[in-house]
Each structure stands twice: as C-alpha cells, then as structure tokens.
C-alpha cells in the first residue's frame, strides 16, 4: 500500500530542487500535492508532470496572504490538509558576514523563517480541527555546523532548526508532529552561491572532501526523509534534527 494514500500535502517552493523531488514521491506514494512556488513556470510544470494528483499555485512564502492561499487551496480544492513542507528558501552569497547588506539580511529572515511564522498561523487552525498534521521544515546542517561565509544564512536555518523542536513540544499534546530536515550543500539553483565560488570540479572537490559518503545530497536524499517522517511509520517522532548529509555533521 501507498504509503501516503489518501494524504493531501502542501510543499513551498516544490518547482525545483529539494521541494520537487518532495513533491514527486509523495504524489508517487499516493498522496495528492500542493506545488507551491515563487516561479508559475515551474510550478505548473512539476504538477504537469505529476498528473492529476497534483495542483500548482504561486506565491512568495514571506507575504502572508500567498501563504494563506497556498493552504486555502488545499483545503478548498484537495478537502484536507494533512502535510506542510516548508521548503523555500534563500540564501546570500558565500562572503564575509559585513559584505551581507541590511536588504539582503531582511530577506533572509522573511523567506527562511517568516515564512514559516506565516504557515503556522495559517496550517495550525486546520490540523487542530482534523485532530493531527505533520510540519516539516527543511533546515540545514548549517544551523548545526555551519560553514564559513554563510553566517547570516547559517542563523536562519539555526532559528528553523530550533523553531522546529519549539513547535513540536507546543503542538505535540494536539497530535501535530513538527520535525526538521537537516540536508547538506546539493546541487540546487543555490549550488553556487553556497560554495561562492565557480562552479568547477576543483571548487566542487573541496566541499565535497568535507562530506564523509563523498558526494553531495540529492533530492531523492531529501525526499526519502520527508517520505519517512510524514508517514505513519514515525508517528512518534516528532522534534527531531534530521540530518541528510553524509556524515557532514558528525
């Protein structure tokens, strides 16, 4: 049997990367999607793709009336809303934490952390009346042990990675599950801006000697994980770091 048969998910910015390989095996696994993303392009080709389980919608996760849309869709349109993904995000460039403008700064924080502020007030009500949901946020090994040249990005997935665990503890006794995904660098439209380097075997090499398994995280990794924790074989876990990341972090 599917292994999210009859689930109905929201997962942000699922037009690419991390949210799409998401995005793909949940509706693979039986459950009916909600492909947000900034980009209307890509998010109606990942739900071309997937078929009829799947339905796109725009939106910019740090506006919080997208946001309310995203879950007014799921709820008006699939009936439920049953799974949050909140994985869109931004970083800056890798460079030294003063060269980070005040702009750039607030950005970070409204995509990578407001938004999720955002989803909580939204998603909360809605799994409170069902009487159960699962949130998952999709940290980052850089709020575990960060890297160099990211710090500010490295604090909003440090906030995510925390918030996480916050929100597990309040939300728990409604039997709403809250966890984060840890991955490490993948080769995502923000490859290059985490290495702030080119894009070369050379500058690959370097990062990737620092990951124990010897190769950089993949969507599938990611998937994988989110496929775990949003079904019932983890309905008692619930507050946990988890990292996909080869060994990066130990």
């Not at 009936?79 to 800056?92: E, R, S, Y």
């Not at 809250?178 to 290059?192: L, Q, S, W, Y």
């Amino acid at each position: 049997m599917a292994q999210l048969a009859g689930k109905v998910a929201l997962i942000t910015g699922a037009g690419s990367g991390f949210g799409e390989g998401i995005a793909k095996l949940y509706a693979k696994e039986g459950a009916r999607v909600v492909i947000a993303d900034l980009n209307e392009e890509a998010a109606t080709r990942v739900a071309t793709e997937i078929g009829e389980s799947a339905v796109a919608v725009t939106g910019d996760v740090s506006k919080r009336e997208d946001v309310q849309r995203m879950v007014d869709t799921c709820t008006e349109q699939l009936g439920a809303l049953d799974i949050v993904v909140n994985n869109a995000a931004t970083t800056h460039k890798n460079q030294p934490m003063l060269d980070v403008d005040e702009e750039m700064f607030d950005r970070l924080f409204a995509v990578n952390v407001k938004s999720i502020y955002y989803m909580t007030q939204a998603v909360v009500p809605v799994m409170r009346e069902q009487g159960k949901g699962v949130i998952l946020n999709i940290g980052s090994t850089a709020g575990i042990r960060p890297r160099p040249g990211l710090s500010w990005y490295n604090a909003t997935k440090g906030a995510v990675n925390l918030l996480s665990k916050s929100m597990a503890v309040e939300l728990g006794p409604e039997n709403i599950r809250v966890n984060a995904i840890c991955p490490v660098m993948g080769v995502t439209g923000m490859f290059e801006l985490f290495m702030g380097l080119p894009d070369t075997p050379e500058n690959r090499a370097k990062f990737q000697s620092t990951i124990p398994l010897g190769r950089f995280c993949t969507p599938a990794d990611v998937a994988a994980a989110a496929l775990f924790l949003a079904s019932d074989a983890a309905e008692f876990i619930t507050g946990v770091e988890f990292p996909v990341d080869g060994g990066r972090t130990i």
